[in-house]
Structures are given as C-alpha cells and as structure tokens.
C-alpha cells in the first residue's frame, strides 16, 4: 500500500493550497481517508477525515469552515483545499487510511491502518 501526497508549499498567510493523495494498492473506494498534522514538537493531530461514500465528512474545531476534505474514487485521490491559511496550519500533513466509519473514530489515528509520507505546509505570517 502507498499513499503519496503531494501539494504542500510556502504560502502566505490568507493564503489557499490543495494537498492530494494518491493512494495505490488498496481498495481506496471501501476506505475512510483522514488528513492529519503534525508541527514540530507536538503530536499529530486530526484535520479531517471522509468517509468511503464521500457522503460524510469530519473536521477538527480548528479547520472547520476553511478547509474541505473530497475524494475521486475513480482516481483512488483524497484532497484537502486550504483556505484562509493561518500561520498555526503550519504543519506537515499526512493522509491515511482507515476501515473505520465511526465519525468518532475516524477523528482517532490510533485506528488507521496506512500512512502516507507527509507533505510540508509553511504559513507565513
């Protein structure tokens, strides 16, 4: 199984991105996918997180209202857009995967099976 993400930058704060993830070598369509992050010397956190319908979607307090999690199943992707960049998003972001359908669950990383490698996200201020 890989999960590669892609997308991450420099940008300015108020600023937008689009992170992607490309997963390969599992049934990406049967799978919750979660976005999380982690600054340095704290511990990775929940963003969000979208059930393998598409048809649910989870947000930390955080993020909600600036960044949307989708997926294309037909491209086996996971995205995040980034809105109204601030400079605390600053992080590195990893998708994963996950069974789980639980909105509760879906928030906890102890319950995902797959990771990808991680994608910087800088925010200047």
């Known amino acids: 199984v890989q999960l590669q993400a892609s997308g991450g930058g420099l940008v300015q704060a108020g600023g937008s991105l689009r992170l992607s993830c490309a997963a390969s070598?599992?049934?990406?369509?049967?799978?919750?996918m979660g976005w999380f992050r982690q600054a340095p010397g704290k511990e990775r956190e929940f963003v969000a997180a979208?059930?393998?319908?598409?048809?649910?979607?989870t947000y930390a307090d955080s993020v909600k209202g600036r960044f949307t999690i989708s997926r294309d199943n037909t491209k086996n992707t996971v995205y995040l857009q980034m809105n109204s960049l601030k400079p605390e998003d600053t992080a590195v972001y990893f998708c994963?995967?996950?069974?789980?359908?639980?909105?509760?669950?879906?928030?906890?990383?102890?319950?995902?099976?797959?990771w990808g490698q991680g994608t910087q996200v800088t925010v200047s201020s």
């Open positions: 070598g599992l049934a990406f369509s049967r799978y919750t």
């Open positions: 979208i059930i393998w319908t598409g048809g649910s979607t």
């Open positions: 994963a995967g996950t069974s789980v359908i639980a909105a509760q669950s879906m928030r906890m990383k102890k319950y995902y099976n797959y």
